[in-house]
């Protein structure tokens, strides 16, 4: 596994801004239930874009790194919770930076697109809607919201769930069904016809904005501010899925190798029944376990970075890589948490709050049974068509 100069080079940087600036802000009082204030990302970003390494994915020229250099420099960004808020690596927008710098328009790039690479705006994907609708969330043809066309505009209704961000978002790409297929439009925010109707409370805590119950009524969009063509907004998402779903892979490996890193320290320095911590196997195995774990889930990723990196859409690795990357994940910061006892299970470090991300990310960007049953449907097809 060979990694770039300049990856390294920004890894690096990356890297040493997140322990050196970053981590003292960890308990910072403006990181709350629903994610750090507007505030706090606005005052970390303006730190990153000082110390050069904000939007580190993005060249100046508004080249991406690929998706394996991209995965050596958000590892490194997640290393803190808040690293991904300040490097704006974090999702939604980094997975919204793709899709718009591979679909949207000149135009829509520069309105749009060049506010969020600059860090200057936040953005929201509006896709998944609430579960008492009966809407689309593990299956988007399930999708109720609808668009219509009226004379130069298009106009928008329906309600969507577990929108990251939309609490003081500035940048939208809504997600809407025609008579045609699926549509994308971008959006700005705030918009009157957009209106939260709760900010959910979940065991996750990092993301800006959290997660919100959005109504959409009588939304009117300028024909020129679809994305792509209409009809073609699943295409499209596919786009998105998989490098999305890698990432959210490779910030939180970041993390977890963090609380590797507070677990060990804790358990070398305490002492129990005669010994440090590590000495007693029951201990010591759980953190050798735990480097196994983190060293599968890094080359997971770097395997199903490679695939990317051919232009292969990645559909179907990107779903192992997620199912297997966030299990292992799973089992690291429960380890972790268990090493350290009580101290673990308190807000005294973020070993916590790993573990209450991660659980999250179990579900989000696809739960592991659903990506199981697809993996499941693909061995299928595969045998049909081996017989013929």
């Not at 040493?16 to 204030?37: N, Q, T």
């Not at 961000?165 to 994308?184: P, R, Y």
């Not at 480097?291 to 599968?296: A, E, F, G, T, V």
Request: glycine share 8%.
């Amino acid at each position: 596994m060979t990694t770039t100069d300049r990856a390294l080079a920004i890894g690096e940087r990356v890297e040493r801004f997140v322990r050196d600036i970053v981590i003292p802000y960890e308990r910072d009082p403006r990181c709350a239930a629903h994610g750090p204030s507007e505030e706090l990302v606005n005052e970390l970003r303006a730190l990153a874009r000082d110390a050069g390494v904000l939007t580190p994915h993005i060249l100046g020229d508004g080249q991406h790194l690929t998706q394996r250099e991209t995965a050596h420099v958000l590892i490194r960004s997640g290393l803190s919770p808040l690293g991904p808020v300040a490097c704006n690596t974090m999702a939604p927008d980094e997975g919204n930076m793709y899709l718009l710098g591979h679909v949207a328009s000149p135009e829509q790039k520069v309105r749009f697109l060049r506010p969020v690479i600059e860090g200057n705006a936040r953005s929201a994907f509006f896709m998944t809607e609430p579960a008492e609708d009966n809407g689309a969330g593990s299956d988007p043809s399930m999708m109720l919201t609808a668009c219509e066309p009226e004379g130069n505009h298009w106009v928008i209704n329906g309600r969507k769930a577990f929108i990251t961000g939309a609490q003081d978002a500035k940048v939208g790409i809504v997600m809407a069904k025609s008579t045609e297929g699926a549509c994308m439009f971008l959006v700005d925010l705030p918009d009157p016809a957009i209106r939260i109707e709760r900010v959910l409370d979940t065991i996750d805590s990092s993301m800006p904005g959290g997660h919100a119950v959005v109504a959409i009524e009588n939304l009117r969009v300028p024909a020129t501010q679809m994305l792509g063509e209409p009809g073609e907004g699943f295409k499209y998402a596919q786009v998105r899925l998989s490098p999305a779903r890698l990432s959210h892979c490779m910030r939180w490996l970041g993390s977890c190798v963090r609380a590797h890193e507070i677990a060990t320290d804790y358990a070398c320095r305490r002492q129990a029944f005669g010994k440090s911590l590590i000495d007693h196997e029951g201990v010591g195995f759980m953190l050798a376990e735990n480097m196994i774990d983190l060293r599968q889930a890094e080359l997971m990723i770097d395997w199903c970075a490679s695939v990317l990196d051919t232009g292969n859409l990645g559909t179907s690795e990107s779903s192992m890589a997620k199912v297997a990357v966030s299990e292992a994940l799973m089992r690291i910061a429960d380890r972790c948490v268990q090493v350290m006892g009580g101290t673990g299970v308190s807000g005294d470090t973020i070993v916590e709050q790993v573990f209450r991300e991660v659980r999250a990310f179990r579900i989000y960007d696809g739960p592991t049974e659903v990506h199981k049953w697809s993996l499941a449907k693909k061995i299928k097809r595969e045998w049909k068509s081996s017989r013929g």
